[in-house]
């Protein structure tokens, strides 16, 4: 299988998934979207892997949306869908997904990052969620996060927009270890995984996906919304302010 926008490697027990785009800071397009989902089909044919670990690099998780990609297309919500639909497989499929964050992330990587069943983050990773500050909100990242942390945290985090440094992620519960070594962290974790039977981690997955249901109401409200704020002539004009000159919404 080859390959665009991630690093796979099999290592033992487990899928390690790389976001392999550092120039674009790991931004999330279609490419990057199939690519993880080519990822994950892996991991599911493989009987003996147990964990799909997601990490970034070079200080970058994820910055969310691809606003070079964003600024080509025309607004409509399929991105949005596709999205969702990736995120919901990160709750559904029968692997463990692990984000393993050293460094920024926002926007889609805080998505990526809530819709994981563990994450391992370093003392020096941040969280925002800026959707606001261009006019958009993080439509399809707000059920899955809302899910993780509550409705109020993930309320304030979307209206103020600032930083949310690793202790406070932490507090919160988006991150559930710190750690300077988060490769310890996991190799504890997978020790444990692959002393599971296969067929229990996806089992734990659905019933605590009835406990705490994401259901097809909540994806089309999101991505409804997402094209809705991504059809306005607002928004796409300060997506291509920025593409084009670097030009940031309170730059004017």
């Not at 892996?42 to 997601?54: I, S």
């Not at 932490?170 to 710190?178: G, Q």
């Not at 796409?236 to 670097?246: E, K, Q």
Request: hydrophobic share 40%; charged share 25%.
């Amino acid at each position: 299988m080859t390959y665009r926008t991630v690093d796979v490697r099999h290592q033992p027990g487990l899928v390690q998934v790389t976001l392999d785009r550092p120039h674009r800071r790991n931004g999330i397009d279609h490419e990057v979207i199939a690519d993880l989902n080519a990822a994950l089909d892996a991991a599911e044919g493989d009987p003996t892997c147990r964990a799909v670990v997601l990490r970034g690099r070079d200080g970058v998780f994820s910055d969310g949306m691809d606003f070079a990609t964003a600024a080509a297309d025309s607004g409509s919500a399929d991105g949005g869908q596709a999205f969702f639909d990736l995120l919901t497989r990160f709750t559904t499929t029968d692997r463990v997904v692990v984000s393993q964050v050293d460094g920024r992330v926002a926007g889609g990587g805080v998505g990526l990052a809530a819709a994981s069943d563990v994450v391992h983050a370093t003392p020096r990773s941040t969280f925002a969620l800026p959707e606001a500050l261009w006019g958009l909100l993080p439509c399809c990242v707000l059920p899955f996060l809302v899910r993780r942390v509550g409705f109020q945290k993930a309320y304030t985090a979307t209206l103020s927009t600032q930083v949310v440094d690793a202790r406070e992620a932490h507090r919160i519960h988006l991150v559930d270890e710190l750690s300077e070594t988060p490769e310890t962290v996991l190799r504890q974790l997978v020790f444990r995984l692959v002393r599971l039977d296969g067929e229990i981690i996806g089992d734990a997955k659905r019933y605590f996906h009835r406990l705490a249901p994401i259901d097809e109401r909540a994806g089309s409200v999101a991505v409804a919304e997402f094209g809705r704020l991504m059809s306005s002539p607002v928004v796409r004009r300060r997506i291509a302010d920025f593409v084009d000159h670097g030009r940031y919404p309170w730059e004017r």
